[in-house]
């Protein structure tokens, strides 16, 4: 899906940008400083009015560009509609979702026994992201690897595994907290419909799990939290992994952030383009 909307974006900016350089003829070129400077007075106004005449002609160019933009996502928007993975997350998913309008990230929220479960994501990973650059990365790659599947691989399975577009990785921070115990931090990565973990921390004082202060976020750094996740023995790794599992960090939640996190982009696109077209006009 977002590959599709940002090809579609790359390219109405290309169009106008060919549009543009058509228009910007030598006819529109500014007359010379030194031109200018044996004008008399009265031309002076006259050309000030030229030039708030051009201002205007230009802000109403940048507002129909504007106008052009939020049909065109609105558009797409109607057409992709709400990914099944999302619905199906939403309402049958244990977790609350906190998606204020106008921030980048997005918190999940559940209790599992006396624990208080927080996660959250954010939409920077997407804004963040070069996808042409990471898609042929990932076609380099895994290149080889297709190859040799090829060979064994079922011609209906292909045809499936066609329609499916990889998806991009996106941070997904897990906070468990038990009252009076701390609390653990886990960093993870979700794409493809896999949750890999990457750090797990513990902290006595829940607070610094959450760092929002600048004190909190100081003396976390002192603090020893564990080692790196790839250090700790491999059955101790699995165990963790399925700790998370029970709490609902699991591929429901591994299909559902990267295509939540798309739709909040195109949300939040929406809204800045409005913003900003009600500014300029």
């Not at 899906?1 to 500014?30: E, G, V």
């Not at 996502?73 to 999302?86: F, L, Q």
Request: glycine letters at 4%; charged letters at 30%; a negative charge.
């Amino acid at each position: 899906m977002f590959t599709i909307r940002s090809t579609s974006r790359s390219a109405s900016r290309a169009i106008s940008r060919l549009t543009a350089s058509a228009i910007c003829t030598p006819a529109l070129r500014q007359p010379s400083i030194f031109h200018s400077a044996f004008k008399s007075s009265p031309k002076f106004s006259s050309a000030f009015s030229t030039s708030t005449s051009r201002k205007s002609a230009d802000d109403a160019d940048l507002v129909a560009k504007l106008e052009s933009e939020i049909e065109m996502e609105n558009e797409m928007k109607e057409s992709e509609g709400v990914p099944a993975s999302v619905k199906d997350f939403l309402e049958n998913g244990p977790f609350e979702i906190i998606d204020t309008p106008g921030e980048e990230d997005v918190v999940l929220t559940r209790k599992y026994e006396d624990e208080t479960i927080r996660i959250t994501f954010s939409i920077a990973d997407l804004n963040n992201l070069d996808p042409e650059a990471d898609y042929q990365d990932r076609a380099m790659g895994d290149e080889d690897d297709l190859d040799a599947a090829n060979e064994d691989k079922d011609p209906q399975s292909e045809d499936q595994q066609g329609d499916q577009e990889p998806s991009y990785p996106a941070r997904v921070n897990v906070v468990v907290e038990k009252p009076g115990r701390g609390a653990l931090a886990i960093e993870t990565v979700a794409q493809d419909g896999m949750i890999v973990i990457e750090n797990v921390y513990y902290y006595k004082d829940a607070a610094h799990a959450h760092a929002k202060t600048v004190e909190k976020v100081h003396e976390r750094q002192d603090l020893y939290v564990g080692p790196p996740f790839n250090n700790l023995d491999e059955d101790l790794q699995v165990l963790l992994e399925r700790y998370l599992e029970v709490r609902g960090v699991n591929t429901a939640l591994a299909v559902f952030v990267p295509d939540y996190i798309d739709l909040k982009e195109q949300k939040e696109y929406l809204r800045w383009l409005g913003d900003v077209k009600e500014f300029v006009v």
